[in-house]
């Protein structure tokens, strides 16, 4: 983990306590989903002034922190 991930918080006050971006109320979720739709960070930083690059590396670092598995099973019928 590095300090980037300190910009993604949680808050049950803010987005019902979806990870956040820095608490305000961008959830990482929407970040992600701007991202596979095709948009750019740059794309996204113009729209979001908010938000700072860090910010949308600190979403990438998350999602793939929270993708690493140790194993899957196969579910059986």
């Known amino acids: ?17 979806k990870p956040t971006i820095r608490g305000l109320r ?4 929407m970040v992600l989903e701007l991202l596979s ?3 750019s960070a740059s794309d996204i930083l113009a729209d979001y002034s908010d938000l700072e690059a860090e910010d949308i590396t600190a979403v990438l670092e998350y999602a793939t922190h929270l993708s690493r598995v140790q194993r899957i099973d196969p579910v059986s019928a």
Do not use: F, K, S
């Not at 590095?2 to 949680?10: A, N």
């Not at 961008?26 to 979720?29: G, I, K, L």
């Open 1 to 17: 983990m590095t300090d980037q991930l300190g910009r993604i918080t949680i808050n049950p006050e803010i987005c019902h306590g």
């Open 26 to 29: 961008y959830p990482v979720e």
């Open 37 to 39: 739709a095709g948009m």
